[in-house]
């Protein structure tokens, strides 16, 4: 989608996808988050969460993912960068779980260079409904050419 394309307040619902035992485990592995509220069962079993967690960066990875398979194709032509991503984790996320988000373009600004910056907001739900997450990726996008020569 180009700059013109994102319609302010617009909101879209992603397909869910459900976390497994592996993305975990990969995912904390991966990058060094070995906490043993992630890897250990019979240590997070003693704590407040009865049992393991997912990392709080991995909610926020898939939500991004599951944002890149809309089919209006954000990320597609006219994309230039992922230039911030924040999120809140406001409920334990466990493998097993289904993550689903609803996203709205929350604000739009022209920036130099026949570029803008589209500000997509997304609170993600767990299988239940329950809200495990919100924040906001920050990305920058061409604007259409206009003007072109059809010679």
Do not use: C, H, W
Not at 104 to 128: M, T
């Amino acid at each position: 989608m180009f700059f013109e394309d994102f319609e302010l307040g617009r909101e879209y619902v992603t397909y869910g996808r459900t976390l497994t035992e592996a993305d975990v485990v990969i995912f904390a592995s991966m990058t060094g988050a070995v906490n043993p509220l992630f890897l250990d069962e019979e240590y997070a079993k003693r704590t407040r969460f009865g049992g393991r967690i997912a990392p709080g960066l991995l909610t926020l990875s898939v939500v991004l993912g599951l944002i890149y398979q809309l089919p209006q194709g954000f990320f597609t032509e006219g994309f230039v960068a992922l230039l911030e991503a924040r999120g809140s984790f406001l409920a334990p996320v466990k493998a097993g779980d289904t993550l689903s988000a609803r996203v709205r373009v929350s604000e739009k600004k022209e920036v130099s260079g026949g570029r803008g910056i589209v500000v997509l907001s997304y609170q993600a739900f767990n299988q239940g409904g329950q809200k495990v997450s919100e924040g906001e990726f920050r990305i920058m996008v061409s604007r259409r050419q206009t003007g072109a020569s059809t010679s």
